[in-house]
């Protein structure tokens, strides 16, 4: 039988005006983000409505509001009859999926996301670390590259995002060196991102340390679906493995590609993206073109469940 797979994004996604059409529409996600402010006693709302994106760009600010807007999508979604056979999150999405799950509670969540984003940007310095996306770099070449470009810097994969799309991480040096090397060793073009940390690599250690606190005091119930996870890539059904997911996943890299291949194993023909943007739906395209799917996160996307059959 035909398996459904709801996702959820990352940092990245976030846009001026996300989620407005859809409390608008639904009450559930207005409800949703009036939980969330209750839950921070902060104006989430105005700032995924209004803007301005110089603060929905500050991490702090971007996680919690993306966390929002997914929950409020997931919430409507649920609402009209959509249940998914299994659930993932790309880096921050995966808090999302552990709540659409029923292992940890949205408030919670939104706690738990606003400090881990002041964490990481505390971290490293500003100008000390740097990211990049390397495209189309024939896979083999990866691991010579981080090698000969390290000099004892840190740079190491952060996100394995699609067959043509590896982000890399570290040192800001190190990430510049990794850039030229691999335009020399094949890549079609390498990228840097403008990010304000070196996000899934060794220089986030401090913030995984700082972060275990808040993992360790919050419940986490065994989930009503399996999760796929960043970390391993693979399925995990209890409370304890997302816990000890979200705390590995800071440092390590997101394994999206090996991710999407799992659910396409376990039987996933059809996939949701649920919340803002749509930069899972075109990863989904370039790694598993089998697995076809839709986006929800504005009140114009498509939301009546496929009839069954």
Same mark, same amino acid.
């Given at each position: 039988?035909?398996?459904?797979a /709801? ?12 989620? $407005? ?43 919690? =509001? ?6 409020? !999508? /997931?919430?409507?979604l ?5 249940? %998914?056979? /299994? ?5 921050l ?30 971290a ?10 390397? @495209? ?7 691991? +010579? ?10 740079v *190491? ?23 030229? @090397?691999?335009?020399? !060793? ?15 690599? =060794? ?8 972060? $275990? @606190?808040d #993992?360790?005091? !919050? ?17 995990v ?6 816990r ?8 390590? %890299?997101? +394994?999206?590609?090996d991710?999407?291949?799992? @659910?396409?194993? #376990? ?8 919340? =803002? ?10 790694? !598993? ?5 839709? $986006? ?6 498509p939301?009546?469940?496929? *009839?069954?059959?």
């Amino acid at each position: 039988m035909s398996k459904l797979a /709801f996702l959820f994004p990352g940092q990245g996604s976030q846009y001026a005006g996300m989620g $407005k059409s859809l409390a608008e529409a639904y009450p559930e996600a207005a409800a949703a983000f009036a939980e969330a402010e209750a839950a921070l006693d902060f104006p989430l709302s105005r700032l995924c409505f209004e803007g301005p994106e110089e603060e929905l760009k500050k991490t702090e600010n971007t996680q919690p =509001a993306l966390l929002a807007v997914s929950i409020a !999508a /997931f919430r409507v979604l649920s609402g009209k009859g959509w249940t %998914p056979d /299994f659930v993932a999150g790309h880096s921050l999405g995966e808090y999302s999926a552990a709540v659409a799950a029923g292992s940890l509670d949205f408030a919670d969540a939104l706690r738990i996301v606003r400090n881990r984003g002041r964490y990481m940007q505390e971290a490293v310095p500003q100008g000390v670390g740097a990211m990049a996306a390397l @495209l189309k770099l024939p896979e083999s070449a990866l691991p +010579r590259v981080l090698a000969d470009a390290a000099l004892g810097e840190v740079v *190491s994969a952060a996100n394995l995002n699609s067959p043509d799309q590896v982000v890399i991480a570290g040192h800001a040096g190190a990430v510049n060196r990794a850039c030229e @090397l691999a335009k020399a !060793a094949g890549a079609k073009r390498a990228i840097l991102l403008p990010v304000s940390a070196p996000f899934h690599c =060794a220089l986030m250690e401090p913030a995984q340390q700082r972060l $275990k @606190l808040d #993992l360790d005091a !919050a419940e986490f119930r065994d989930p009503r679906m399996p999760l796929i996870n960043n970390w391993q890539a693979r399925e995990v059904r209890s409370g304890n493995e997302i816990r000890e997911g979200l705390y590995e996943q800071v440092p390590n %890299p997101v +394994r999206w590609t090996d991710s999407v291949r799992l @659910l396409s194993a #376990l039987g996933v023909t059809r996939f949701v993206e649920v919340g =803002a943007g749509g930069v899972l739906s075109g990863l989904m395209r370039s790694i !598993a073109p089998e697995i076809t799917g839709t $986006k929800f996160g504005e009140a114009s996307d498509p939301s009546d469940p496929p *009839s069954a059959g």
